[in-house]
T-cell receptor
Framework: AQKITQTQPGMFVQEKEAVTLDCTYD???????LFWYKQPSSGEMIFLIY??????QNATEGRYSLNFQKARKSANLVISASQLGDSAMYFC?????????????FGKGTRLSVIA | DTEVTQTPKHLVMGMTNKKSLKCEQH?????MYWYKQKAKKPPELMFV???????INESVPSRFSPECPNSSLLNLHLHALQPEDSALYLC????????????????FGEGSRLTVL
């Protein structure tokens, strides 16, 4: 079984500052993928960043980076230079990669509010 | 624009109505998913189709009936729903049988927001 834990129900950050959203996970799968999705109030789940369990380097996608610490089973999202448009719900998720249709398991999410 | 298209975007129905939610993708993905999301909660998996066959049913009540007529389409038929079924219903698709991000990433539609009166 897989489990994702996000311990921050809500976070506030000043515009242009960096913010870290926490995520820890638990799985028995040897190969897995970790994802972060952004969900604005419109409802669409927007993919942000991916980290594979065997990737040696931390993933980066523009202003998003993933601080992957495999031994600690953590995959924190770092957003640099926050913008007002970053205000949204953020979900950490994971998926086993041993078969083609294992579902994505989500954490409870963190609501990020960016303050001008 | 999302590559997974869901219709309708909003649906209001009575408890005796029969309606359907539709989902379409043209990315050649062979796995498709229905998730249900209540307000301020994470998405919860309902069904998974792999190569047009139902592979996972997360003990969903029979008033929800999925259908995958071909590799591009996924339907969710709704009948005799309850007010507590009001939620955002998200469809997603993914590749199957490859490795890395391409195997893992789910592509989501914008969702269908359902209200049951």
């Amino acid at each position: 079984a897989q489990k994702i834990t996000q311990t921050q129900p809500g976070m506030f950050v000043q515009e242009k500052e960096a913010v870290t959203l926490d995520c820890t996970y638990d799985t028995s799968d040897p190969s897995y993928g970790l994802f972060w999705y952004k969900q604005p109030s419109s409802g669409e789940m927007i993919f942000l960043i991916y980290q594979g369990s065997y990737d040696q380097q931390n993933a980066t996608e523009g202003r998003y980076s993933l601080n992957f610490q495999k031994a600690r089973k953590s995959a924190n999202l770092v957003i640099s230079a926050s913008q007002l448009g970053d205000s949204a719900m953020y979900f950490c998720a994971m998926r086993g990669l041993n078969s083609g249709n294992t579902p994505l398991v989500f954490g409870k999410g963190t609501r990020l509010s960016v303050i001008a | 624009d999302t590559e997974v298209t869901q219709t309708p975007k909003h649906l209001v129905m009575g408890m005796t109505n029969k309606k359907s939610l539709k989902c379409e993708q043209h990315m050649g993905h062979r796995a498709m998913y229905w998730y249900k999301q209540k307000a301020k909660k994470p998405p919860e998996l309902m069904f998974v189709y792999s190569y047009e066959k139902l592979s996972i049913n997360e003990s969903v009540p029979s008033r929800f009936s999925p259908e995958c007529p071909n590799s591009s389409l996924l339907n969710l038929h709704l009948h005799a729903l309850q007010p507590e079924d009001s939620a955002l219903y998200l469809c997603a698709s993914s590749q199957a049988g490859t490795s890395g991000r391409a195997a893992g990433e789910l592509f989501f539609g914008e969702g269908s927001r359902l209200t049951v009166l």
